[in-house]
T-cell receptor, first 115, second 115 residues
Framework: DGGITQSPKYLFRKEGQNVTLSCEQN?????MYWYRQDPGQGLRLIYY???????QKGDIAEGYSVSREKKESFPLTVTSAQKNPTAFYLC??????????????FGDGTRLSIL | DQQVKQNSPSLSVQEGRISILNCDYT??????FLWYKKYPAEGPTFLIS?????DKNEDGRFTVFLNKSAKHLSLHIVPSQPGDSAVYFC??????????????FGKGTHLIIQP
């Protein structure tokens, strides 16, 4: 089955630790995205990547880092510099960016909590 | 400053009736609009989209209307079913600029279908 896999579903981090969230897609999509959702809020864009070895900051990139070494993988690292990391993190992908009839498809998310 | 606004946090509709979810945007560069449905602890699922060259798009029970002059779009669900109970997000993009710049989301409307 083609889709986007995020792991783990739940993740706990101690203060001061970095943590990496995994996102893998087998849809052969070029573009991948990371969003963050807080309670009662919409999704906010953290980082996006249109092609391998290239990525751009979104609206709330501070305290996060990404890499795109392979087309199918776009891991997100939440660093200790992120002051409020507790949130629901969603990864998405799409064909060659956003075009009509080719929307972004989402994984099921990772919920990150601070211990 | 919110560029995509969903002013109704929740909406309750009787089963079988029409559900109308509204969305307003402020950015004139937006020209592609999407609706997503989301259940708790899951990723959003794409429902329907519309480009700015159209004012209506229909897919089964779902119809999206776009009023560019008012910068307003709405999602109609007819007839409403219990399985439609979820949070609905409106999202927008300026795709024709060639961008895979990610989507801008509203805060969502929680639709509750009453039996």
């Amino acid at each position: 089955d083609g889709g986007i896999t995020q792991s783990p579903k739940y993740l706990f981090r101690k203060e001061g630790q970095n943590v990496t969230l995994s996102c893998e897609q087998n849809l052969n999509h070029d573009a991948m995205y990371w969003y963050r959702q807080d309670p009662g809020q919409g999704l906010r864009l953290i980082y996006y990547s249109q092609i391998v070895n290239d990525f751009q900051k979104g609206d709330i990139a501070e305290g996060y880092s990404v890499s795109r070494e392979k087309k199918e993988s776009f891991p997100l690292t939440v660093t200790s510099a992120q002051k409020n990391p507790t949130a629901f993190y969603l990864c998405a992908s799409s064909i060659k960016g956003i075009t009509i009839g080719q929307p972004q498809h989402f994984g099921d998310g990772t919920r990150l909590s601070i211990l | 400053d919110q560029q995509v606004k969903q002013n109704s946090p929740s909406l309750s509709v009787q089963e079988g009736r029409i559900s109308i979810l509204n969305c307003d945007y402020t950015n004139s560069m937006f020209d592609y609009f999407l609706w997503y449905k989301k259940y708790p602890a899951e990723g959003p699922t794409f429902l329907i989209s519309i480009s700015s060259i159209k004012d209506k798009n229909e897919d089964g029970r779902f119809t999206v209307f776009l009023n560019k002059s008012a910068k307003h779009l709405s999602l109609h669900i007819v007839p409403s079913q219990p399985g439609d109970s979820a949070v609905y997000f409106c999202a927008a993009s300026g795709y024709s600029g060639g961008g895979a710049d990610g989507l801008t989301f509203g805060k969502g409307t929680h639709l509750i279908i009453q039996p």
